[in-house]
C-alpha cells in the first residue's frame, strides 16, 4: 500500500490475467486463445500497414475495421464501435451508461473483470448467484437495476442463455443498458445482434481474441444503436482517441473480410471441443455443456488443484479458479486436436494413478 496511490487504487483488487509462459515449451491451454493462426490476407495487410504507415497517427475512426463490421454483421457503420480488445470496451462501458448510485447486476459467477471495472469506476453492484445448473435465474435481472452486464457463453462456464431469455430481460430493461459480452458466441451461440433494431438498450460486444485468432493485437467490437455507439465515443475521446493502432485496424479489417479461415477454424475447434467432452466423460469428468472455445469440467475423485499441478508437472498448462463453487473445477480452452489428445493422455495417467 503507498500513500501516493488514490483511495479507490488502494481498493481496488485487480484483475490478474491468465499466465504466458513466454519461451517455454508447454501446451498452453489457460486463456482461451485461437490454436490457429490468422490468415496469409491478414498478415500481408499488417506487414503493409507496417512499412508504410507507421510515422503517422492512426484513424481515430477507425473506419476501415468499422465498414468492414458493418458490411459482416449486417449493420450501418453507426452501429459500431472498436476499442483496444473487448476489455477495454467493457471499461469504457462503466463510465458511458453506468450510475454511481444505481445497482447493476452480473451473475456471481461471471467473467471476473466485471466486479474490478465496478470497484475501480465506483459503480454498485449486485452479484446474482447462478442456479444448480450454472444458469441464470431469469427474473434476477428483471429490475429496477442501474443496468444489466451477462456474459453469453458465461465464462468460465461455458454456458449459453437463450435468445429469447435475454430478449425477456431486454423487455424489463427498457430504461437501462444490457451488455451482453459474446466474445464466445462463434463457437456455436445464438447471438443477440440480430436484435439490436428492436432495442436501444441492448449493446453486444464481440472479441478477436477467440474466433478470429487474433489475441495479440487487441481488438474488440461494441455493436448497438448509435445512441449507446456515440456514448462510448464520449469516453474514448476524452481518454485517448487512437486506442486502436494503425497495424491493428488493418488486420482487424481483414479478418473480417476472410470469411473462410474465419469459418474453417471456428468449425475445427467445435469439432475438438466435442471430441474432448466425450473423451474426459469416459475418464468420469463431469463437463459442463459448453459452447465456447473452452470446458469446464469437475472430477468426483480428484480435487481440482490436485489435476492442475500434476497437468503442469507434465507442461500442460490450463486455468484454475481457487474461488467458492468453482474451486473443483479445471477450465480448458480447446487446442488442436493434437494438444487435446496430449491432454486426454495425460488426465488419463493421472486418473488411473490415483
Ligand atoms: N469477455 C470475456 C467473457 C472474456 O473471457 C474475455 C477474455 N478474457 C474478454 C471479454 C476480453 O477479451 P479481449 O481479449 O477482447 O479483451
Known amino acids: 500500500m503507498s500513500k501516493f496511490w488514490s483511495e479507490t487504487v488502494k481498493g481496488i483488487t485487480p484483475y490478474v490475467p491468465g499466465e504466458q509462459p513466454g519461451a517455454r515449451k508447454v501446451i498452453k491451454l489457460n486463456t482461451n486463445e485461437n490454436p490457429y ?5 491478414v498478415l500481408d495487410a499488417m506487414k503493409a500497414a507496417v512499412s508504410g504507415r507507421l510515422k503517422l497517427y492512426p484513424d481515430p475512426e477507425c473506419a476501415g475495421l468499422r465498414q468492414a463490421a458493418a458490411d459482416y454483421y449486417g449493420l450501418p457503420i453507426e452501429n459500431i464501435f472498436a476499442g483496444n480488445g473487448s476489455d477495454e470496451i467493457l471499461a469504457f462501458c462503466f463510465k458511458a451508461f453506468f450510475n454511481p448510485g444505481e445497482t447493476i447486476v452480473f451473475p456471481d459467477i461471471t467473467y471476473s473483470f466485471y466486479e474490478v471495472y465496478a470497484r475501480l469506476f465506483e459503480i454498485s453492484y449486485e452479484k446474482i448467484p447462478l442456479d444448480e445448473h450454472f444458469d441464470i435465474p431469469l427474473e434476477s435481472f428483471f429490475g429496477p437495476n442501474g443496468g444489466v452486464l451477462l456474459a453469453n457463453p458465461n465464462a468460465p462456464t461455458g454456458k449459453f442463455t437463450p435468445v429469447d431469455r435475454i430478449r425477456q430481460i431486454l423487455e424489463h430493461n427498457l430504461d437501462k443498458v444490457v451488455i451482453i459480452d459474446e466474445a ?16 436501444p438498450n441492448l449493446l453486444v460486444v464481440h472479441t478477436f481474441s477467440k474466433s478470429r485468432s487474433l489475441a495479440g493485437l487487441r ?23 487512437y486506442t486502436l ?5 488493418v488486420g482487424g479489417e481483414q479478418s473480417l473480410r ?28 463431469e463437463v459442463v455443456d459448453s459452447r465456447a472455445n473452452f470446458i469446464f469440467a469437475t472430477h468426483p475423485g480428484i480435487p481440482a488443484a490436485d489435476l492442475f499441478d500434476a497437468l503442469r508437472q507434465r507442461d500442460i498448462i490450463v486455468r484454475y479458479f481457487a474461488k467458492p463453487r468453482i474451486d473443483n473445477y479445471l477450465r480448458i480452452s480447446i487446442g488442436t486436436d493434437e494438444e487435446m489428445e496430449a491432454l486426454c493422455r495425460a488426465l488419463e495417467d493421472i486418473v488411473l494413478k490415483k
Open 37 to 41: 493462426p490468422p490468415s496469409d490476407q
Open 184 to 199: 464466445y458466441i462463434d463457437f456455436g451461440g445464438e447471438s443477440c445482434v440480430p436484435l439490436i433494431p428492436d432495442y
Open 245 to 249: 493502432d494503425a497495424i491493428a485496424q
Open 258 to 285: 476472410d470469411t473462410a479461415t474465419f469459418e474453417r477454424n471456428v468449425r475445427r475447434i467445435i469439432e475438438t471441443r466435442e471430441h474432448t467432452v466425450s473423451a474426459l466423460r469416459e475418464l468420469q469428468f
Open 219 to 241: 481488438i474488440g467490437l461494441a455493436l448497438g444503436q448509435s445512441e449507446l455507439i456515440e456514448g462510448l465515443n464520449r469516453v474514448k475521446n476524452s481518454i485517448n482517441s
